[in-house]
């Protein structure tokens, strides 16, 4: 079955930064594009940034960009979001989330993505 597990959150400085993986398994990951999506108490979940299939396009939301890069490393099934400059509305729960089809595009709506992780806590504060 598909299964997706993130890590690498923690707590940080203001200024800091931190870098998250999702280990991907139970589909042929070099066929699905790949999200990060995360959510903040009372808030919604927001999409943050998505990478396809190849890794040769992506999209950031506007609040992230120029500060994180996500990325994949088809052969290991990972893909990463590289986080810097965190700021304290950057606190919130980090999701990685699979399509529910192998369509290999990107995606910033929460609907096109049907696996999702259990999260990761990543806190900024000083």
């Known amino acids: 079955q598909v299964q997706v597990v993130e890590s690498g959150g923690g707590l940080v400085q203001p200024g800091g930064s931190l870098r998250l993986s999702c280990a991907a398994s139970g589909f042929i990951f070099s066929r699905y594009s790949m999200g990060w999506f995360r959510q903040a108490p009372g808030k919604e979940r927001e999409f943050v940034a998505t990478i396809n299939w190849s890794g040769a396009s992506s999209i950031y939301a506007s609040s992230v960009k120029g500060r994180f890069t996500i990325s994949r490393d088809s052969p290991r099934n990972i893909v990463y979001l590289q986080m810097n400059n965190l700021n304290p509305d950057d606190t919130a729960v980090y999701y990685c989330?699979?399509?529910?089809?192998?369509?290999?595009?990107?995606?910033?709506?929460?609907?096109?993505?049907?696996?999702w992780g259990q999260g990761t806590q990543v806190t900024v504060s000083s």
């Open positions: 989330a699979v399509p529910g089809t192998a369509w290999g595009g990107t995606s910033a709506s929460t609907s096109t993505y049907a696996f």
